[in-house]
């Protein structure tokens, strides 16, 4: 009984049988994951921004770089256990790679995957340049900060300056026209928060204490989310935003509908930037200069 | 082997079954309580509702349901906690929304209701409760001369109120941070009331309310 459990015949058929099996496996998944479409970002969700196809290609490129490359070693792998399968009468031999042409299959993939990698850098520091060193003219400022737990976004009102009496100041509605170059203030009041907005393939992180610059132009109108990416506390989860893409038209309404609010009382008065990062008791105080800071000396040692 | 691979198989599918219902209908079967709601809160209020200075969280044990609910819909409506500067509502508002139905919102805060509040800690701030008194008349009108509350007037017990949180209240009122949207009548009727007390006199009326016992 234990001697024909142990038969090498019968474990090679096994052996054989999982591997075509695990071969036909991988084969349907890569098919199915390239016939659908699935390596491509931009099936799944809107490229809403001027670089959202740049950082998509990217990651394709990288798709398809290692996706080639996973499937020929795969076959290889499979190509060499049949090839290499248990045989009457054949002795198994331990192979130590010490033969040239044994080698050959270890160095040559290590230089393909030296080559690729220079081809990735090359595509990821232009793509890096065209998003992070260089930006087009700005036509538009917004300040976005990042508290626990909520965002707060501060638009130019109709004269186009920041820290002006029109400035537009909103909790989780970031308002924004298409086609227009923005760029944004990003700034955080507690701890690292992450500005992410995945139709326009943005994430940047806000560092309490740290002004951060970066633009956007959106080129698809409608509402997408804003999400925190970077865990900041027990609400992380809890602190979505809404992204509106305005076309011109609905712009110009909405800002007029501001300058109402604003004329009828209702507005929210500017913070001024100096105060931004401040501890809530500043923002108060300033608002208010009999205001009293709240943690005073005795809740501390009581 | 066969007959193991295939009962593995079997136990693997059963196990994927079982999940999913777990998944559909698991919360129709065991109801959540007031007890486990309050555990989205405790990180913050404190296990027995006991505050935290820390974190500006106050005292929260004891106050009655209906102000509890009344103020967990005003966060998740907006109404409370939304204004740029609120630092301590929009986290306030971040965490309300995790009560996800009006039964959940009164389940926890009738389980607030019934925890007990922790004796009176000594004041925060250095208000003159007796320069306070004056001031209080006109609170008196609708939180009960006694700072005992009066529900018909939406008016919350102050009594006892830690004196750092009723004056960073009274601020927030008086500054516009809260109680200032339009759709919110009871928030504007505070907002000026608020008014009739001088920024300068805000910690001596804290620390008279701190001071007052139902």
């Not at chain 1, 760029?183 to 690292?192: A, K, M, N, T």
Request: proline share 6%.
């Amino acid at each position: 009984m234990a001697s024909t459990e142990n038969d090498p015949l019968k474990i090679g058929r096994k052996v054989f049988l999982w591997t075509v099996l695990g071969a036909a496996v991988f084969v349907a998944s890569a098919w199915l994951l390239v016939s659908r479409g699935s390596l491509m970002a931009s099936w799944y969700l809107a490229q809403g921004s001027t670089y959202a196809a740049d950082i998509d290609n990217l990651v394709l490129l990288i798709g398809i770089i290692v996706g080639v490359w996973l499937l020929a070693a795969e076959l290889v792998l499979f190509w060499l256990i049949f090839r290499f399968r248990a045989r009457k009468g054949v002795a198994g031999q331990y192979i130590a790679g010490e033969d040239k042409r044994e080698k050959r299959w270890v160095s040559y993939p290590h230089y393909a995957v030296l080559a690729f990698d220079v081809v990735i850098l090359v595509f990821a520091l232009r793509v890096w340049n065209d998003i992070k060193v260089t930006a087009p003219a700005t036509e538009e400022t917004v300040r976005i900060v990042a508290q626990q737990w909520a965002w707060t976004f501060i638009h130019e009102g109709p004269d186009g300056k920041l820290d002006t009496p029109d400035d537009i100041r909103t909790v989780e509605d970031l308002y924004v026209q298409v086609n227009k170059v923005y760029r944004f203030e990003l700034h955080s009041r507690d701890v690292l928060h992450s500005f992410s907005v995945p139709v326009f393939r943005l994430k940047q992180d806000a560092i309490p204490g740290r002004m951060i610059s970066g633009w956007f132009t959106p080129t698809v109108t409608g509402t997408f989310d804003i999400q925190c990416a970077e865990i900041c506390g027990l609400g992380h989860g809890y602190m979505p935003a809404h992204l509106h893409v305005q076309t011109p038209a609905e712009r110009t309404a909405w800002l007029r509908d501001r300058e109402a609010d604003r004329f009828a009382g209702r507005a929210i008065p500017p913070t001024p930037v100096a105060l931004v990062p401040a501890r809530p008791e500043a923002v108060v105080a300033a608002d208010h200069p009999a205001g009293h800071a709240l943690a005073p000396a005795g809740v501390e040692g009581r | 082997m066969t007959v193991r691979l295939f009962g593995a198989g079997v136990v693997a599918g059963l196990m994927l079954v079982g999940m999913s219902t777990t998944a559909c209908g698991g919360g129709a079967a065991s109801p959540i309580t007031g007890r486990d709601l309050y555990r989205s809160c405790e990180s913050c209020h404190g296990i027995s509702g006991e505050g935290d200075t820390k974190v500006e969280a106050p005292q929260i044990a004891g106050l009655p349901a209906w102000y509890v609910s009344s103020q967990l819909e005003r966060f998740q409506q907006g109404l409370r906690g939304k204004h740029p500067d609120d630092v301590e509502g929009l986290r306030m508002r971040a965490m309300a929304s995790q009560m996800m139905s009006k039964a959940e919102i009164e389940a926890v805060a009738s389980y607030i209701a019934g925890l007990t509040p922790r004796p009176k800690a000594a004041p925060a701030l250095k208000g003159d409760p007796a320069a306070g008194a004056s001031f209080y008349a006109v609170c008196g009108a609708c939180h009960g001369p006694k700072g005992e509350g009066i529900q018909q007037m939406n008016a919350p017990p102050l009594a006892g109120f830690e004196d750092w949180y009723v004056a960073r209240q009274l601020r927030k009122f008086q500054t516009g941070v809260r109680g200032r949207i339009t759709e919110d009548p009871v928030g504007l009727q505070m907002s000026g009331m608020a008014m009739t007390v001088p920024p300068e006199s805000v910690d001596n009326v804290a620390a008279y309310v701190h001071g007052l016992s139902k």
